[in-house]
């Protein structure tokens, strides 16, 4: 996955060391000295210019980014957030520092904002690690696998039949505050919370048929 982090904060810096490993990670900061100084502290690349610009955006690699995350101010994250969502970034996770300002992202249309008061940067790895809302919560085989957590959705051409897939294995089905098994009577109902392994070349076909999309 391809992701931009823009600010060289302790957040910014923090998250691209620990993400850094399973993504391929490019750092924006506006201030050279400090875009000089994490450029030492760490394996992402970094370029040093204004965020809000999006020439310099595309240049640190917009179009083809899977996930944008913001640390900068609220007023140059909006701006951000907006170049990121006109050039269909799949994934945009804003940094809000003031709380009041939260409902202008989500006018926006963004659903993964995170607040900086007690700003987690494990949480945000746990947003990055999501499809849509769907939560990948680990990888196994080198990448080769994944365990993901879907809710079956309305629509989903899976409500009413049996608790299986094709193309991967459901472990667990989680269904009104009850953990399940699957048994070969179990039928699956729209709001079932699912453990499912799934092949990564799967993932897509997979993700079809839980959510109907």
Do not use: W
């Amino acid at each position: 996955m391809k992701v931009i982090i823009v600010g060289g904060s302790a957040n910014g810096l923090t998250l691209a060391n620990l993400i850094g490993d399973e993504h391929e990670i490019t750092i924006v900061e506006k201030e050279k000295e400090l875009a000089d100084k994490i450029a030492n502290e760490t394996h992402a690349l970094v370029i040093n210019g204004d965020a809000t610009d999006i020439s310099l955006l595309k240049e640190a690699g917009l179009n083809q980014a899977d996930a944008l995350v913001s640390t900068a101010s609220d007023k140059d994250n909006l701006m951000i957030c907006q170049i990121a969502k006109s050039e269909n970034v799949p994934k945009i996770i804003p940094i809000v520092r003031d709380p009041k300002n939260e409902e202008l992202f989500t006018k926006l249309g963004l659903s993964h904002i995170v607040s900086s008061v007690g700003t987690n940067v494990t949480a945000i790895k746990n947003l990055l690690h999501q499809i849509g809302d769907v939560r990948i919560l680990a990888q196994l085989g080198g990448g080769e696998v994944q365990i993901i957590e879907p809710t079956i959705a309305e629509g989903s051409s899976l409500i009413g039949q049996p608790a299986k897939l094709k193309y991967a294995i459901i472990a667990v089905v989680y269904r009104s505050g009850e953990l399940m098994i699957p048994q070969e009577k179990t039928m699956l109902e729209q709001g079932d919370v699912l453990l499912v392994a799934v092949k990564t070349k799967d993932l897509q076909k997979v993700m079809q048929l839980i959510t109907g999309k």
